[in-house]
C-alpha cells in the first residue's frame, strides 16, 4: 500500500493563474479530505469529499476553490487565479470508508504551493 | 465552530526530561482528540489518540489525558530524545473519528542534547 499520494510535491505559479492540485487515497479508501497549512501555522479544514459528492465544503474560501473526487481518478483541488495569499502547503488525508476499529486518517506529503 | 487552543508555541527541554503540551477545545461535543507530530517538510502522522470515554492513555514514553468537564486535553512525553524535536499538533473531532479535524496553532518542541 503505498499511502496517500500527492502530486506535484511542488507548484510554483504566477498570480492569475490556476493552480491543480492532486491527492490519489490509500487503497481502500473512499473519504478524502483537504486541509491547508499557511507557514508555521496548523492545518485548516477545507473540504470532505467521497466519491462523486462533496460531504462538507465549509472550510472552502467562497470564489476560485473548488474540490472534486470523481468515481475514477484522483481528487482534484482547484484553485483558479491564484493571489500571493493562497501560498501554502496543501495536504489531503483520507479514511476507510466506515469508522471502525481504525479509525486514522493518513496524511500525504502534501503540496507546496509558490504564488509568485 | 470548534476551536482548538495549543500551548506553548515553542518548548525546550533537556534531553531526557519530559514534555507537556496543551490543548483546550470549545465544543463539549467534540469525542475524538488526535495528536500529530511533523517534522519538517513532511506529512503530520499521528502518534496516539484518545476518545471522549477514556480519561488516559499510554504508548511507551507518549501518554495523553483527557479532562472533559475542563475540555483540555495534554500530551506528555517522558525521557524525551533529540528526535522528539518536532512541532506537534492537537486535533479534535465531532465525529469520532479523524474525519474534519480541527487542529491546534502547533508546539515546536526541541530537545537538547
Known amino acids: 500500500n503505498a499511502g496517500v499520494m500527492q502530486n506535484p510535491r511542488h507548484l510554483v505559479r504566477r498570480r492569475g493563474q490556476e493552480a491543480r492540485l492532486r491527492c490519489s487515497p490509500m487503497k481502500g479508501h473512499s473519504h478524502v479530505y483537504w486541509y491547508r497549512q499557511l507557514p508555521e501555522e496548523g492545518l485548516k479544514f477545507m473540504v470532505y469529499l467521497q466519491k462523486e459528492n462533496i460531504i462538507d465544503e465549509s472550510g472552502m474560501p467562497k470564489e476560485r476553490f473548488s474540490a472534486e473526487f470523481p468515481k475514477e481518478g484522483p481528487s482534484i483541488l482547484r484553485i483558479q487565479q491564484v493571489v500571493r495569499g493562497d501560498s501554502a502547503a496543501y495536504f489531503c488525508a483520507s479514511s476507510p470508508p466506515t469508522p471502525g476499529k481504525n479509525t486514522e486518517a493518513f496524511f500525504g506529503q502534501g503540496t507546496r504551493l509558490t504564488v509568485v | 465552530g470548534e476551536n482548538v487552543e495549543q500551548h506553548p508555541s515553542t518548548l525546550s527541554v533537556q534531553e531526557g526530561d519530559s514534555a507537556v503540551i496543551k490543548c483546550t477545545y470549545s465544543?463539549?461535543?467534540?469525542?475524538?482528540f488526535p495528536w500529530y507530530k511533523q517534522e519538517l517538510g513532511k506529512r503530520p502522522q499521528l502518534i496516539i489518540d484518545?476518545?471522549?470515554?477514556?480519561g488516559e492513555k499510554k504508548d511507551q514514553r507518549i501518554a495523553v489525558t483527557l479532562n472533559k468537564t475542563a475540555k483540555h486535553f495534554s500530551l506528555h512525553i517522558t525521557e524525551t530524545q533529540p528526535e522528539d524535536s518536532a512541532v506537534y499538533f492537537c486535533a479534535a473531532s465531532l465525529s469520532g473519528s479523524a474525519r474534519q479535524l480541527t487542529f491546534g496553532s502547533g508546539t515546536q518542541l526541541t530537545v537538547l542534547p
Open positions: 465544543d463539549s461535543a467534540s469525542n475524538y
Open positions: 484518545i476518545r471522549s470515554n477514556v
